[in-house]
């Protein structure tokens, strides 16, 4: 029987990690590259970077579940099996 689990954990990790950090990258082209033509739509651009953040962040942390319960389904197999 596989461990849907760890699949879930090895997909879900590097997206959280690509949302976090497209966020974070998003913010700073906002603050460095659009002072001058677009300070009146700051808005917009703030809240899809914390946008981007905050559902890159929920998603690693159920990526990390994810891993606690692929984790914790070995080692109770590696138990039973010495038993």
Known sequence: MANHHYEKWIIKAPVGFLLIGGGVFFMYYSLTQLQGNLKETWVYFGLTSAVAISIGVFILC???VHKIKSDLIKKTKLK???E
């Open 62 to 64: 159920v990526a990390f």
């Open 80 to 82: 039973n099996q010495s």
